[in-house]
């Protein structure tokens, strides 16, 4: 299996839908977190869960909602999107500080999201 | 605050050529950790290299090399005799340090640069 899988690689789904983007690592990683990738702007970190406790959320609509029941699976639960939220969206993990320093980060293949 | 700038936003080469992709940052912090990724079609971002701020060595990784410059803040990365296979996204990024209590990673990434390599 792939360190970080994410489902659906690809969802489209309209303003009133409520849906979910599930990740799951298996690296036995510590920290998990949401990325958002659109056409426009740079790789924008949202959400940050360190040993399932939520430590960052940079200023994202309630509309978006993260749930990390354990280190290994991080969801993202979607409700009443508007069409400027259609990006992609990368999930990662890394193990946090080590001996050495930050570690890096690995990535799934980010869910391509359409809102209609 | 902490930023990262890739200012090519799009490079093109032919097959063989050497190619740098830029990347300057700005940081406050004394320890920070710089990052190499490479996006490729299929969406997910790949590890090429991490840097802490204490070590200045450059470092050569077969056909890839970087070139970190603390004093002009620069992170550059080169591609020696280039492959269609290189043809990507590349990003640059920086974290901060964290504490010693087990942290996290919080990337700040540029802008990227697309690299198309031709045959």
């Known amino acids: 299996e792939t360190g970080v899988t994410q489902t659906p690689r690809h969802l489209v789904m309209g303003m009133t839908n409520k849906k979910s983007l599930k990740c799951e690592q298996h690296l036995g990683h510590n920290a998990m977190y949401w990325y958002k990738q659109s056409a426009k702007k740079p790789l924008e970190l949202m959400f940050v869960y360190n040993f399932k406790e939520q430590t960052e959320n940079n200023s994202v609509p309630s509309r978006f909602s993260p749930e990390c029941p354990n280190s290994?699976?991080?969801?993202?639960?979607?409700?009443?999107?508007?069409?400027?939220?259609?990006?992609?969206?990368?999930?990662?993990?890394?193990?946090?500080?080590?001996?050495?320093?930050?570690?890096?980060?690995?990535?799934?293949?980010g869910t391509r999201l359409t809102v209609v | 605050a902490q930023k990262v700038t890739q200012a090519q936003t799009e490079i093109s080469v032919v097959e063989k050529e050497d190619v740098?992709?830029?990347?300057?940052?700005?940081?406050?912090?004394?320890?920070?950790?710089?990052?190499?990724?490479?996006?490729?079609?299929?969406?997910?971002?790949?590890?090429?290299?991490?840097?802490?701020?204490?070590?200045?060595?450059?470092?050569?990784?077969?056909?890839?090399?970087?070139?970190?410059?603390?004093?002009?803040?620069?992170?550059?990365?080169?591609?020696?005799?280039?492959?269609?296979?290189?043809?990507?996204?590349?990003?640059?990024?920086?974290?901060?340090?964290?504490?010693?209590?087990?942290?996290?990673?919080?990337?700040?990434?540029?802008?990227?640069?697309?690299?198309?390599?031709?045959?």
Do not use: M
Not at chain 2, 49 to 77: A, L, P, V
């Open chain 1, 72 to 109: 290994s699976h991080l969801f993202l639960h979607l409700h009443t999107l508007q069409p400027e939220d259609s990006a992609l969206y990368l999930c990662a993990s890394s193990q946090g500080f080590s001996g050495t320093g930050n570690t890096e980060a690995f990535f799934g293949q």
């Open chain 2, 20 to 119: 740098t992709l830029d990347c300057v940052y700005e940081t406050r912090d004394t320890t920070y950790y710089l990052f190499w990724y490479k996006q490729p079609p299929s969406g997910e971002l790949v590890f090429l290299i991490r840097r802490n701020s204490f070590d200045e060595q450059n470092e050569i990784s077969g056909r890839y090399s970087w070139n970190f410059q603390k004093s002009t803040s620069s992170f550059n990365f080169t591609i020696t005799a280039s492959q269609v296979v290189d043809s990507a996204v590349y990003f640059c990024a920086l974290s901060e340090a964290r504490g010693f209590s087990g942290g996290y990673n919080k990337l700040i990434f540029g802008a990227g640069t697309r690299l198309a390599v031709h045959p």
